[in-house]
């Protein structure tokens, strides 16, 4: 396991030296996010509905959610398309190291750093617009944080195989569009999907999205012991099935791979 | 007259380039039409909620996407070689063979490369602003105006950015960044920001001439916004280019020759 974890090390640390200015960016984009939001609510507010939750409660879900988001190293689904398409990766297939877990590994790392840098700073905002910090008892904080990290485990899935898929679809990356479309709406990540419609809601729910989304972001200001144990499950049914999906085609591609493409 | 025709020839070699793969062409179109009406979707089951966000319906709301959407697939149709394209070549010193040709090197390198994405986002523009119910006979030159307003922004502001690499090294990442932040934050609805930040959006970043003041001047015409409006894009874009101008005299070359359109 020791190449994997080194794989996990080294992007944590390429994430605080190389990538600084980009990160910098993620930063400032997710105050930016959070200011908006902040702005939405107090129209809404305004508007006197009573479906708004409280601004705290709003702005840390979202927050959550935008993390989740923003966390998210997309270039990776170009990167190994690349490979794919060339046929480079035939090269990987003689390493010592499993392809589909290297890669995961290095997705998992940039997560790893990126979202409690951004967690924190989201809470630190949401302080100076609302004065008031997280809306759940911060020993719970953890819990929620874990099954934060699963969520990306199955962004991190979902981005290697979208990759990997080039070799059928030849582009992937309008599939990559739908399912980031996925994840805002059906996940929730936009806004709560106690806004939408029950029908849509149940809907929602019935995809992995709606767990890796709205049902942990959810937890920052609806903790439940219970809840909490229902979202893990969820999160780690659908990660499994991603992951069989993706051995599936990963041995597809083995067979398939022509260098050069 | 030469002129026109040159950039002609070249968008249309563009247009070759990225018609070489017809079913990539054509599902990229369709994903990003798809695409666009998810995130649409997501803002209609909000608008049920909350019929008026401070005043906008889902009407306005649609508008201004549609105006967004429209104005901002001029770049990938048109220019898409301005942005990371352009960044990269500069970074890499790869610009030399574009500045020997007796053409600006803006537009050049920007029509040297088609993203057939763009027109499903034209094709979804042009739907939502007809299907806003805001655009007549009698105010179409209005629309005309806006649209070329958010063209003039939308290329300013992809200048600018462009631009970087001549004053900070190693920036296209960044700057990418940048960009996509922008037009994520012109995507919500225009009314939510009030007070300095309205003046900031509608000033120093003017993506308030896209997202803000035209859906205002639906409502409530005023020639001197009007006036304001397009003068101060036609200004914006002027600014990028001198700047781009100016950063060109610090470009410094990798001696590397490639051969292009």
């Known amino acids: 396991m020791k190449p994997y974890f080194l794989a996990v090390l080294m992007n944590m640390k390429d994430q605080l030296q190389r990538e600084r200015g980009v990160f910098l960016i993620r930063i400032v984009f997710l105050c930016c996010m959070i200011l908006i939001f902040h702005k939405f609510w107090l129209v809404l507010k305004a508007g006197g509905s009573s479906a708004v939750i409280d601004p705290v409660s709003f702005l840390s879900y979202l927050t959550v959610g935008a993390g989740l988001q923003f966390s998210r190293p997309e270039g990776r689904v170009k990167e190994i398309e690349e490979e794919v398409r060339t046929g480079n990766i035939a090269y990987r297939f003689i390493r010592p190291v499993h392809f589909v877990l290297l890669n995961f590994c290095e997705c998992l790392g940039v997560y790893f750093v990126r979202l409690p840098i951004l967690f924190c700073i989201g809470m630190g905002m949401i302080y100076l617009l609302t004065g008031s910090f997280l809306p759940i008892n911060p020993i719970y904080v953890p819990i929620v944080f874990g099954l934060l990290i699963l969520s990306a485990c199955f962004a991190s899935l979902c981005m290697v195989f979208i990759g990997l898929s080039a070799l059928y679809l030849y582009d992937p990356l309008p599939f990559f569009w739908i399912v980031q479309k996925c994840e805002y709406v059906l996940g929730g990540l936009f806004f709560p999907i106690i806004f939408y419609p029950e029908w849509f809601q149940k809907i929602c729910l019935m995809t992995p999205f709606g767990w890796t989304g709205y049902g942990v972001a959810s937890l920052i200001y609806d903790f439940s012991f219970e809840k909490a144990l229902t979202v893990f499950l969820h999160l780690i049914v659908w990660n499994a099935l991603l992951a069989g999906a993706l051995i599936i085609l990963f041995k597809m591609i083995r067979k398939r791979v022509c260098v050069y493409g | ?261």
């Open chain 2, 1 to 261: 007259m030469d002129k026109i025709i040159y950039y002609q020839k070249l968008i249309k070699i563009g247009f070759k380039q990225a018609f070489a793969l017809k079913k990539v062409f054509i599902l990229r179109i369709l994903f990003m039409i798809l695409n666009n009406l998810m995130l649409l979707y997501a803002w209609y089951l909000m608008f049920l909620n909350f019929p008026t966000i401070h005043s906008w319906t889902f009407n306005d709301f649609m508008f201004m996407t549609g105006l967004v959407i429209l104005t901002f697939s001029v770049w990938p149709i048109f220019f898409r070689g301005i942005g990371i394209h352009l960044m990269r070549l500069i970074e890499n010193g790869e610009l030399d063979s574009f500045l020997v040709i007796p053409r600006h090197v803006l537009f050049n390198v920007g029509c040297s490369v088609c993203d057939p994405s763009g027109i499903g986002d034209f094709i979804t523009g042009v739907l939502l602003i007809f299907f806003s119910g805001l655009v007549s006979f009698s105010n179409l030159p209005l629309v005309l105006c806006f649209i070329f307003s958010g063209i003039c922004v939308f290329l300013a502001l992809n200048i600018l950015i462009s631009s970087l690499p001549f004053f900070i090294k190693n920036s296209s990442d960044i700057g990418e960044r940048i960009f996509f932040m922008f037009f994520n934050i012109a995507g919500y609805p225009g009314s939510i920001y009030g007070g300095y930040l309205k003046l900031f959006f509608c000033t120093f970043l003017p993506i308030g001439f896209i997202s803000i003041l035209p859906v205002e001047l639906m409502h409530t015409f005023s020639a001197v916004t009007l006036i304001y409006l397009i003068t101060a894009s036609v200004c914006f874009l002027s600014f990028s280019i001198f700047i781009f101008s100016y950063g060109l005299k610090r470009y410094e070359s990798g001696n590397r020759f490639n051969i292009h359109y």
